[in-house]
């Protein structure tokens, strides 16, 4: 199943904008660890809506600058209306292809919960590696596809979808994240193949907070961009959701839903040739 960038649209995005709390605080984390400085020359892939753009241009300060990209045209929009600095620009671009981009030009690019939707993930490292300064850094949090089977709502998407009308048309090992995920080990691999040194790769428990199951789902729609249920038909999508969130709903509490899942944080450094 392929990454559909075609699904997004003015409501998802502002939703995402609205609701992506976890991405923030992981994304946020991330660029602690990534150690972002103050003057330095910073690109954030996959920008999506620019929320985390927002948080490091104001710790790169006015001596440094931010290029945010991301291929949705509709995020790339929210992200330039919220932009207050000029020193801060988003564009429509993806991981794959930076060619707008010089050589050794970059301090730090991170891709915070873009990883797994990026689907030449070997010519995207090689994009990201060719761009950093030698001694620059690249930061990514991603899915552990290895836990995937853990996420409670993961097992309650596939059991509902297990079931008749959609188990006749429907494959669950068809979701675009079980397609495109990979695993902590997997992505070690990677960025050693495309010439990066591994300096942190963990992968951390995080929990997830809804009021509702509806909201849950709204989450997962528009942090996919439309790709949570795009294995189902269009024509049982509405249906599917309704009995996703019913079964979500059954564990209910009175502080609401609360899911656990796994996301790698990994820290990457291009050496210079003096170490
Ligand atoms: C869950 S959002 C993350 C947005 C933002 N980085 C954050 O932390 O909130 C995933 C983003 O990945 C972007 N994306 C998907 N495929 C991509 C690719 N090949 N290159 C760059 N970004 C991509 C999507 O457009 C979407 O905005």
Same mark, same amino acid.
């Given at each position: 199943?392929?990454?559909?960038?075609?699904?997004?649209?003015?409501?998802?995005? *502002?939703?995402?904008?609205?609701?992506?709390?976890?991405?923030?605080?992981?994304?946020?984390?991330?660029?602690?660890?990534?150690?972002?400085?103050?003057?330095?020359?910073?690109?954030?892939?996959?920008? %999506?809506?620019?929320?985390?753009?927002?948080?490091?241009?104001?710790?790169?300060?006015?001596?440094?600058?931010?290029? $945010?990209?991301?291929?949705?045209?509709?995020?790339?929009?929210?992200?330039?209306?919220?932009?207050?600095?000029?020193?801060?620009?988003?564009?429509?671009?993806?991981?794959?292809?930076?060619?707008?981009?010089?050589?050794?030009?970059?301090?730090?690019?991170?891709?915070?919960?873009?990883?797994?939707?990026? #689907?030449?993930?070997?010519?995207?490292?090689?994009?990201?590696?060719?761009?950093? *300064?030698?001694?620059?850094?690249?930061?990514?949090? #991603? $899915?552990?596809?290895?836990?995937?089977?853990?996420?409670?709502?993961?097992?309650? #998407?596939?059991?509902?979808?297990?079931?008749?009308?959609?188990?006749?048309?429907?494959?669950?090992?068809?979701?675009?994240?079980?397609?495109?995920?990979?695993?902590?080990?997997?992505?070690?691999?990677?960025?050693?193949?495309? %010439?990066?040194?591994?300096?942190?790769?963990?992968?951390?428990?995080?929990? $997830?907070?809804?009021?509702?199951?509806?909201?849950?789902?709204?989450?997962? @729609?528009?942090?996919?961009?439309?790709?949570?249920?795009?294995?189902?038909? @269009?024509?049982?999508?509405?249906?599917?959701?309704?009995?996703?969130?019913?079964?979500?709903? *059954? $564990?209910? #509490? *009175?502080? %609401?839903?609360?899911?656990?899942?796994?996301?790698?944080?990994?820290?990457?450094?291009?050496?210079? @040739?003096?170490?």
């Amino acid at each position: 199943m392929t990454v559909h960038l075609t699904l997004d649209n003015e409501v998802l995005a *502002k939703t995402y904008d609205e609701i992506s709390d976890s991405q923030f605080h992981n994304g946020s984390t991330l660029v602690g660890e990534l150690e972002v400085k103050s003057g330095a020359t910073v690109l954030d892939i996959g920008c %999506g809506t620019g929320r985390l753009g927002r948080y490091v241009v104001e710790i790169i300060g006015t001596s440094g600058s931010l290029i $945010g990209i991301d291929p949705l045209a509709e995020r790339i929009r929210i992200a330039n209306e919220k932009n207050e600095h000029s020193n801060a620009v988003y564009k429509i671009g993806s991981a794959e292809d930076l060619g707008s981009i010089a050589d050794n030009s970059i301090d730090v690019a991170y891709l915070s919960a873009v990883f797994h939707w990026v #689907t030449d993930k070997v010519t995207a490292l090689r994009e990201i590696f060719r761009v950093l *300064k030698p001694g620059g850094r690249v930061g990514i949090t #991603t $899915g552990a596809k290895e836990l995937n089977s853990f996420s409670e709502i993961q097992q309650i #998407t596939d059991s509902v979808l297990k079931r008749e009308p959609y188990a006749a048309v429907v494959k669950t090992e068809d979701a675009t994240l079980k397609k495109h995920g990979l695993t902590a080990t997997e992505l070690i691999q990677l960025l050693t193949q495309a %010439g990066f040194t591994v300096e942190n790769i963990q992968v951390k428990k995080i929990t $997830g907070s809804h009021a509702t199951a509806e909201d849950l789902i709204k989450h997962h @729609e528009a942090s996919s961009f439309g790709n949570y249920l795009s294995h189902v038909p @269009e024509s049982l999508r509405e249906q599917a959701k309704a009995d996703i969130e019913s079964e979500i709903n *059954k $564990g209910r #509490t *009175k502080d %609401g839903i609360q899911f656990d899942r796994h996301t790698i944080f990994a820290i990457a450094q291009k050496r210079s @040739e003096h170490g």
